[in-house]
Each structure stands twice: as C-alpha cells, then as structure tokens.
Nanobody
C-alpha cells in the first residue's frame, strides 16, 4: 500500500528554519514526481514546490523562491523541503504528494496543483511565531 508520511514540522520563530521530510513506504519514489503543498486555515491548498523523479527539475511558488529548497534522496525513499527565513505568511499544514512521472512532470509550469497528484500524506503543521 502506497503511503507518504511527512515529518519535521513544528514551531519556529520568524526568520528561522525547518526541514520537512516526506518518507514513502509501500513503493519506491524513483519513478514519482513529488510535490509539496500547504494549506492555511480558510485558504485553498496551494502548491509550494515540486521535483521530478530524477531530481533534475524543480519548481517553486513565487512566495518561497530563494527561501525553500526541495531535494530528494531516492536511496532513502525520502523527499525533503528545506525552509529558511520563515515568515508569518508561511504557517500552514504542509503536505507532500506523489504522482507517477509518466502522468506528471515537474517542469516549467510552476509547482503544480493539487489535481496533478494522486497520493497524499497526512500533513505536518508548521507554525511561525515569536
């Protein structure tokens, strides 16, 4: 059974950093594009970043460019989201999602939409507060 588990969320002060992890079980991530999304209370789920199956292509939402970095370690079956310079606009539940690379390619169209991905984790809460 395909399963994604996010971890690494928590409380951080403005300007601080967190690294989120998305660990896969029941399948190998090698052939999947991965997206990170976030959803704040009362807002729609928005794409934050995506990475192609090989890791050779990444995309970011404008709001996180230069602050967040997505990466993957296929040997560990894990994708990461390094978040630096966190600000009051970033708090949300962060989700990772997977889609077979044959169905979705993380290319030049931004970080993707929720409809592009079929498998989701349960989310991890990120809070930014002094």
């Amino acid at each position: 059974q395909l399963q994604l588990v996010e971890s690494g969320g928590g409380l951080v002060q403005p300007g601080g950093s967190l690294r989120l992890s998305c660990a896969a079980s029941g399948f190998t991530l090698d052939y999947y594009a991965i997206g990170w999304f976030r959803q704040a209370p009362g807002k729609e789920r928005e794409g934050v970043s995506c990475i192609s199956s090989s890791g050779g292509s990444t995309n970011y939402a404008d709001s996180v460019k230069g602050r967040f970095t997505i990466s993957r370690d296929n040997a560990k079956n894990t994708v990461y989201l390094q978040m630096n310079s966190l600000n009051p606009e970033d708090p949300a539940v962060y989700y990772c999602a997977a889609e077979p690379s044959g169905s979705y390619y993380c290319g030049g169209r931004g970080p993707g939409t929720a409809a592009d991905f079929g498998s989701w984790g349960q989310g991890t809460q990120v809070t930014v507060s002094s």
